[in-house]
């Protein structure tokens, strides 16, 4: 243990016992694996968020690309009963022009049902399989975007408990540090001496 000359000249011990000294030392240990830890927790965090981000941005694409496709698919299916509207419009017109040169009403009738049976039956059929396929795609756009608001509300929830989490971890550091400052102002204030803190606990 050192000694120095005093101002009586007489020698005297350190202020500072072994075991003071080696309770610093891990006490100054403590600290540097506490803020480790908090390192490599920021580091997960950081990760976890990033993960988020990424899942969030590729169910937003998918999403936008969903909802294109329903818009693209509707005016498909206006064009075309468009174009079946003025098809079935000429139909008619042929109809009358048959009709007003026929003279017996049974054969008008019949030929009636008969060009109303060709012209909507194929056209039916298409309506009935655009429908179908409208609602399959509605149906995935509402799987999709329930999918998408999940995501939104366990990205939200994930980052509240994290942020709570390193908030924990930031107090538990404080305290653990101001505790360590104070033994150590204790240790000083016991040896009569100012209180040196290492540069490392001032963080």
């Known amino acids: 243990m050192a000694e120095y000359e005093t101002s009586d000249g007489c020698y005297s011990e350190d202020s500072y016992s072994e075991a ?3 309770q610093a030392l891990s006490l100054l240990r403590q600290s540097r694996s506490e803020n480790a830890e908090l390192k490599r927790n920021f580091e997960s965090l950081k990760s976890i968020h990033v993960q988020l981000n990424n899942t969030h941005g590729q169910l937003q694409a998918k999403h936008s690309a969903l909802y294109e496709e329903r818009i693209n698919v509707e005016r498909q299916y206006q064009s075309l009963c468009e174009s079946w509207r003025m098809e079935l419009e000429e139909k008619q017109k042929q109809f009358d022009s048959v009709k007003a040169q026929l003279l017996q ?4 009738e019949l030929l009636k049902l008969q060009m109303l049976q060709e012209v909507e039956e194929p056209w039916e059929r298409k309506c009935e399989m655009l429908a179908r396929e409208a609602e399959t795609s509605q149906e995935s756009f509402v799987r999709v975007r329930r999918a998408y608001e ?3 509300a366990n990205n939200s929830n994930v980052e509240l408990r994290h942020a709570s989490e390193a908030s924990a971890l930031r107090a538990e550091h404080s305290g653990s540090l101001k505790d360590m400052k104070e033994r150590m102002a204790l240790l000083a204030a ?3 001496e100012e209180p040196a803190v290492p540069r490392s606990l001032t963080c």
């Open 105 to 108: 009403p049974r054969d008008l």
């Open 150 to 152: 999940e995501v939104l």
């Open 20 to 22: 003071d000294l080696v």
């Open 190 to 192: 016991a040896n009569g």
